[in-house]
T-cell receptor, first 114, second 112 residues
Framework: AQSVTQLDSHVSVSEGTPVLLRCNYSSSYSPSLFWYVQHPNKGLQLLLK??????LVKGINGFEAEFKKSETSFHLTKPSAHMSDAAEYFC????????????FGTGTRLLVSP | EAQVTQNPRYLITVTGKKLTVTCSQN?????MSWYRQDPGLGLRQIYY???????DKGDVPEGYKVSRKEKRNFPLILESPSPNQTSLYFCASSTQPNYGYTFGSGTRLTVV
């Protein structure tokens, strides 16, 4: 069965410094992986996705993530944090067979200070 | 505008009073799902549908029902709500799940 572990429940950075949100996954089959962002009182928005093409994936708002099969990781990064990046981020895995059910991590809250 | 629309956004109800949360998408998507979000637990799937008249249970289906009579609509029904169903609910749709889902804005339900 597939699963996702987000290693930090909270991450605090200063504006202008790099962001690293960590995600490890477990999957018996070739996975698709996603990062979603949820701003306060909003729905979830797709940031980026990996679906077995390039291992370095670029998303919206300057975020990117690298799929590392050997480490079963899919960490989210951004070179320079902005105040508007403060939100909750979810790493998600799905199988590429059957219904392709989504399995969510428990989320990482990103706090950005001036 | 392509979107998933949920109604209502906020709902306070009493234990045992049947309610329906509606979900509609205008993107002609085959796949639709309902999730509940609780603090520290992330999002958990309640039910999903692969097309009209095709639905199945997710991870936490107890106390919920769904129907998919039309492609665009996927209502969530709570026949007899209980306080442990107090949560934030999201509907989502996709043409292919490995392309990513589009989520609605959420319904915050409180059962007293």
């Amino acid at each position: 069965a597939q699963s996702v572990t987000q290693l930090d429940s909270h991450v605090s950075v200063s504006e202008g410094t790099p962001v690293l949100l960590r995600c490890n996954y477990s999957s018996s089959y070739s996975p698709s992986l996603f990062w979603y962002v949820q701003h306060p009182n909003k729905g979830l928005q797709l940031l980026l996705k990996y679906t077995s093409a390039a291992t370095l994936v670029k998303g919206i708002n300057g975020f990117e993530a690298e799929f590392k099969k050997s480490e079963t990781s899919f960490h989210l990064t951004k070179p320079s944090a902005h105040m508007s990046d403060a939100a909750e981020y979810f790493c998600v895995v799905t199988l590429n067979t059957g219904f392709q059910k989504l399995v969510f991590g428990t989320g990482t809250r990103l706090l950005v200070s001036p | 505008e392509a979107q998933v629309t949920q109604n209502p956004r906020y709902l306070i109800t009493v234990t045992g009073k049947k309610l329906t949360v509606t979900c509609s998408q205008n993107m002609n998507h085959e796949y639709m799902s309902w999730y509940r979000q609780d603090p520290g637990l992330g999002l958990r799937q309640i039910y999903y549908s692969m097309n009209v008249e095709v639905t199945d249970k997710g991870d936490v289906p107890e106390g919920y029902k769904v129907s998919r009579k039309e492609k665009r609509n996927f209502p969530l029904i709570l026949e007899s709500p209980s306080p442990n169903q107090t949560s934030l609910y999201f509907c989502a749709s996709s043409t292919q799940p490995n392309y990513g889902y589009t989520f609605g804005s959420g319904t915050r339900l409180t059962v007293v």
